[in-house]
């Protein structure tokens, strides 16, 4: 048995979309609004827009705010642990001292949040290191005397 429509419950398919240059679904397309000066995590900002997975906000009047989460733990790295387990036929066990060995291993996130009028996107940036939070902090600067002009 066949369907004229392709589908066995006979809905309607859409009509289909005109391309003249005015119509409703030709102004839900963003339009180009120049090259991407800089990305932080999912968006992306030109001279104009912030290109979020969600939509697209004005720069001019957008106000950024950047806060840090960081968690530091106590770990034994993964070169005393092979040293440890390797030595203890050489050493008589005394090498499973390097297991008692911690370094600090700081890891986090940062939020990165842009409000413009009603609406708001918050990016999360995983870092490993504080040079990251640094340069994030710089981009963020950066951005904030652009939406300025």
Known sequence: MTFPS???????????????PGSPENLAMPEPSGP????????QITSTLVLTPV?????AGSRWLVTDHWLSQRRTPTWAKIVAFGGICFTAGLSLFLLLFKEPVAQGTVNVTVTSGQ?????RVPVQHEDDVAAINQQVNYIRSLAAL
């Open 6 to 20: 392709g589908d066995p419950w006979g809905t309607p398919s859409p009509p289909a979309a005109s391309a003249t």
């Open 36 to 43: 991407v000066i800089v990305e932080i995590a999912e968006m």
């Open 119 to 123: 609406h708001q996107y918050v990016a």
């Open 55 to 59: 939509g697209d906000l004005p720069l």
